[in-house]
């Protein structure tokens, strides 16, 4: 086995080296941070130092050293030993490619670089997953958890996740009271208001048992109500148009033997508040009603961000989540619950109604965020 050792300032001037000198399928096999030295009046001079021992072992070789240690090795262990070196060269080159904040995170908690990574893959931004593995470590340090245990990091990368995400089976309620509950679903143009309250309505009527109620107020979608009436004469439920607010509570008044009563309103852009506005004055009735914030997960994070910005003038209860099968970046979830502090109601995956819907739990919901097959526990 070929081994070469490689020095420098930081890792990603290393992995760049290794990356050219020995190509993609160099194997990592040690690193180490390396104190400066004091030398006289130099040592103010003198910088922290990364080294990293690398190769590009043949079969042979790696049988041979494997068969020394009485340890044997077949094909199918050394593919599976090398796919997990490469990877772990290809996280160092990803998280390369980010700002200095986070090759200062790399630097400063270096064990954490594979467990950051997935956490980029899977959608979360660089802020964020900066901030899990600083909180991650230092509760390692306050638990006094020595030396550099990734499997330890992990559970506390998915704690400080599970810390940062709730969930609310907001919709699981009956009509004791005598007066329906009513919710209405807001959110911005083509994310999926109307195909989420179909199946949510099946969800209620089938399973929960529960009286059901429609209402559209969507007057600028071609085909909106007739859409929502189509689903609800499937189902057997009284749907009917609301385009003013004296319309809305004359049919809040009909629906008044209703356990719940949910609404579907026009999407428009986030940027368009006088549209906004219209939505808020014709809900605002005298009937107390719930708002639930709908953002699709293929939209950019920044876009909803901003989304979550506009829609906040509703005060909503909880936040609803759909098209996560259209996408493998599902952390964007964490970036908006971290950011507005809402818990999670429910979650689409796809255009099936009444199956495509989950109410998760935060278990679950975390298992979403994280991405299918990008997992961070050990």
Known sequence: MNKRIYRAENIQLAIANIKQELGSDAMILSTRKIAPKSIGSYSKRARTMFEVEASVPEYSDVKTEYNKAGLGINQKELTDSIKDDIADIKDMISIASFGNGMKNMVCNHFESVGILASLLRAGISEAGSSSIIKKASLSMDKNSVKGSNIKSLKKYVMQQCLNQISTKDFFNRDNSSGVPHVAAFVGPTGVGKTTTIAKLAALLTFERKMKIGLISIDNYRVGAFEQLKAYASIMGLLCVPAFSSQDLTCALDRMKSMDMVLIDT??????????????????????????????????????????????????????????????????????????IKLPVSLITNGQRVPEDLIVPDRGKLLKIILGNGQQVVA
């Open 266 to 339: 026009a999407g428009h852009s986030h940027f368009d508040k006088v549209k906004i506005d219209e939505i808020l004055k014709l809900i605002h009735t005298d009937f107390a009603i719930s708002t639930h914030l709908v953002l699709s997960v293929t939209s950019e994070s920044t876009i909803m961000k901003d989304a979550a910005a506009a829609f906040c003038a509703f005060n909503p209860d909880t936040l609803v989540f759909t098209k996560i099968d259209e996408t493998k970046r599902c952390g964007k979830i964490l970036d908006q619950v971290s950011d």
